[in-house]
């Protein structure tokens, strides 16, 4: 579905196709579903926008619950993983779309 949503890029401007809160949520939930953990930047990066935008964006998806951020003990990087609320939401989503 991300990999989807990426390759519309290929017909229709990148400016028209902004939706950078989903794409933050399908990345970190892809990430997550690997084991994998996501800097803030990652997630920007995938949606397809600036750092400061990503922020932006990942700050209202914690006012809405779906993620919450994540400070590993070993370095200063920032982390963002979906919640409790957001992974279900996430799982519900996708087994309907199946």
Same mark, same amino acid.
């Given at each position: 579905?991300?990999?989807?949503?990426?390759r519309?890029?290929?017909f229709?401007p990148?400016?028209?196709l902004t939706?950078p809160? !989903?794409?933050i949520?399908? !990345?970190?939930?892809?990430?997550?579903?690997?084991?994998?953990r996501?800097t803030?930047?990652?997630a920007?990066?995938?949606?397809g926008?600036?750092?400061?935008?990503?922020?932006? !964006?990942i700050?209202?998806?914690?006012?809405?619950?779906?993620?919450?951020?994540w !400070?590993?003990d070993?370095?200063?990087?920032?982390?963002?993983?979906?919640?409790?609320?957001?992974?279900r939401?996430?799982q519900?989503?996708?087994?309907?779309?199946?």
């Amino acid at each position: 579905m991300y990999d989807d949503r990426q390759r519309r890029r290929d017909f229709v401007p990148a400016e028209l196709l902004t939706d950078p809160a !989903w794409d933050i949520l399908l !990345w970190v939930f892809i990430e997550t579903e690997h084991g994998r953990r996501v800097t803030s930047l990652e997630a920007a990066v995938a949606a397809g926008v600036t750092n400061d935008i990503g922020l932006r !964006w990942i700050s209202a998806l914690r006012k809405a619950g779906l993620v919450m951020p994540w !400070w590993a003990d070993d370095d200063s990087d920032s982390y963002v993983m979906l919640s409790d609320t957001g992974y279900r939401g996430m799982q519900r989503y996708l087994q309907a779309d199946a």
